[in-house]
């Protein structure tokens, strides 16, 4: 940040320098494998390949309810896809207030987002099996051992 609406960013090319209305600070991620779920398939990605698409799938089912995946939902939930959040613990945004959770969980259905609940991601499977043909799965960091609820 060089001035209060500047930010000049050094690159091989050059200092461009830039005026956003907001900068959003994301240095790092690293992609979490679920071992139950076979992320061979192709239809089953990582937010590497959630964020690398040539194409909006027609539905799309988010595992995992913390910030990563409703940041993946609230996108794909925009850009009209339909959207499913599969999560292990009964709120969406786990570790959060719940003055925090609520509001998250109504803004997702203000969107038409779904979240649902489920003791482990082994049941993703048989929930995205009916409707697999135009499906993609999106596997999150979120996505972590947890309290389980129905």
Known sequence: MTCPKTVTVTTAEGEPVHEPDAVILATWSVVL???SIDHSLGRVWTSDE???LVGLPDRVLVVGGGVIGLEFACAYAAFGSEVHVVELTPPVLPGNDKRV????QAALAARG???????NPRTVATYAAPRAPTLAAV???DTAPARTAR
């Open 113 to 119: 987002a779904r979240c649902c609940h489920c003791t």
């Open 50 to 52: 959630a964020v690398s």
């Open 101 to 104: 959770q609520q509001p998250a």
């Open 139 to 141: 596997a999150t960091a």
């Open 33 to 35: 494998k679920l071992p």
